[in-house]
């Protein structure tokens, strides 16, 4: 069975609303009297542009996925016996086993006294213990419990820093590397320092992943759509991103930034080298900074293209950019979403504006000490000669070659589907599928009040407990229509999830042809 979620967070929406009915319900009938209902704040008066954002992979489909779940384990009988959550890269969620090194060196930094129990200690290897006692010795003997300096701990900083200087072959400095909650935390301290009035734009892709384009609703500012070519394994060209900048500037928007996602994600494209130095020669050309969201480099599943940072291109070639690069725990081989580990570098950016993103880096103290240690486990694994080296190298190499067995077998079997294309995962967590819908699907579609392919995705989760994103929240060309999957559940289970996909497919498609 697919692991599920905690339902509360999915269907908080709805959990929030009904217990606000029942607080109406009980003041207006006297029942249960206690403190009337207070006035102030409502969605009348609130922050529009809280309400304006939409961020489709935590959307309606996986509230009423979790409505599903509630029901099923309430003994409702539904057509399925579980929720298949395919919406959002979350790879613990759906089964993945914690690496066993990572986890060992996280219990004996949360609860150093285990390292006094003799007994206890003899299911830890010795590089964990000397590991976390180094770790624990980081924080200057003041534990997990205790705020750290608000880039981060200096020895992790350390750490990250010479894993980016081994992994381009051009040194770093430990100054410009800030760690965070995750990825996203950072992007949006990246947003709060750039998006300065509503004029203020960034070049996103189309797809994208939504973070982008809710980040910029919530701050005022302007998304400037690129497009991603379908037909060329959703190719990217400094074509695209110079008609898109020049019509934006002829609009009155000053484009401050470009983001780019690589691996990509919803899209799971892998940019080449020469495709990378034509971007950071066009962002060189125009003054914009450049937002490289690296978050799955290690998800690289084709042997004909090797992923490159965007630190090492922009390097090699000598080019004056200014470069933001972001990294996270959630996903690679670890998968570690919950402890909110992450962090980004800034290059060529001027000293005052680095003190300035320091201020606000401080105005929330610090990153969660957790996170920061799962970075640290992230960037220096075991050496195969540590006596955790060979059990750590066995867990990696068998998580990554599953993930590439499973966006194969997963595109494979889309590509099979009637009415369905769907270029192979280079890289990343996800396939993209564009599907071609029948005319009277889209119009059954219209008549719902959804967009066709979220009214697709509505009768998948309906048939089959399969939750999966709509194209339309990562945005497309018009007239087309997709959905994002993950392909991480179990790779024991990738059978019956690509058969329940097309025992739902086949027969939807053919009740809406003519």
Not at 263 to 274: A, I, K, R
Not at 407 to 430: F, H, R, V
Not at 492 to 508: G, K, S
Request: net charge negative; charged share 20%; proline share 6%.
């Amino acid at each position: 069975m697919i692991r599920r979620p905690p339902r509360s967070t999915l269907s908080s929406s709805s959990a929030a609303s009904d217990v606000y009915k029942r607080q109406v319900s009980t003041q207006s009938t006297g029942r249960n009297a206690g403190p009337t209902m207070a006035s102030g704040l409502s969605t009348d008066n609130m922050n529009p542009r809280i309400k304006k954002a939409e961020y489709a992979v935590r959307g309606e489909l996986v509230i009423k996925a979790g409505q599903y779940d509630a029901a099923l384990e309430a003994g409702e009988k539904l057509p399925f016996s579980d929720i298949i959550y395919c919406n959002i890269g979350n790879p613990h969620s759906v089964g993945q086993v914690p690496l066993t090194f990572h986890r060992q060196v996280l219990a004996l930094c949360m609860y150093p006294n285990l390292m006094e129990n003799e007994q206890a200690m003899t299911g830890f290897p010795a590089d964990a213990v000397a590991r976390a006692k180094e770790i624990l010795d980081g924080t200057g003997g003041n534990g997990l419990g205790a705020y750290s300096h608000s880039k981060g701990m200096a020895s992790v900083r350390n750490t990250v820093a010479a894993f980016i200087e081994n992994r381009d072959g051009y040194p770093t400095d430990p100054e410009l590397l800030f760690l965070t909650n995750g990825a996203s935390d950072g992007v949006g301290k990246w947003m709060d320092m750039l998006i300065s009035s509503s004029n203020d734009g960034m070049l996103i892709p189309i797809p994208q992943y939504p973070l982008y384009s809710s980040g910029l609703t919530l701050r005022d500012g302007v998304a400037v759509p690129y497009y991603l070519d379908e037909a060329n394994e959703w190719g990217m060209s400094v074509e695209s991103l110079q008609q898109a900048l020049d019509s934006a500037r002829a609009e009155g928007t000053a484009v401050k930034a470009l983001v780019v996602i690589n691996p990509g994600n919803p899209t799971g494209q892998l940019l080449t080298y020469e495709n990378m130095a034509g971007i950071l020669e066009f962002c060189a050309k125009e003054s914009i900074v450049l937002f490289a969201d690296e978050v799955y480099q290690t998800n690289n599943y084709t042997d004909d293209r090797v992923w490159h940072s965007f630190r090492k291109v922009m390097l090699d070639k000598q080019l004056p950019v200014q470069l933001v690069s972001f990294h996270s725990t959630s996903k690679g081989y670890y998968g570690e979403c919950g402890l909110r580990g992450g962090y980004f570098e800034a290059l060529n950016i001027e000293p005052d504006v680095i003190d300035q993103v320091y201020k606000l880096s401080s105005m929330s103290l610090c990153s969660n000490l957790p996170g920061q240690i799962a970075v640290d486990l992230m960037v220096r694994p075991p050496k195969e000669s540590d006596p955790s080296g060979s059990l750590f190298i066995q867990e990696r190499d068998s998580q990554l070659t599953s993930l590439r067995r499973r966006a194969e077998k997963l595109t494979d079997a889309l590509n099979q589907l009637t009415g369905i294309s769907c270029n192979p995962s280079q890289g990343a967590m996800y396939a993209f599928p564009k599907i071609e819908l029948p005319p009277k699907a889209v119009a059954a579609a219209k008549a719902a009040g959804k967009a066709p392919d979220g009214f697709y995705a509505l009768n998948l989760l309906d048939a089959t407990g399969i939750c999966v994103v709509p194209g339309s929240g990562f945005g497309q060309v018009d007239g087309t229509w997709h959905f994002r999957t993950t392909f991480l559940p179990p790779e024991d289970q990738m059978d019956a999830v690509v058969e329940r996909i097309r025992e739902f497919h086949e027969p939807f498609m053919a009740k809406y042809m003519d």
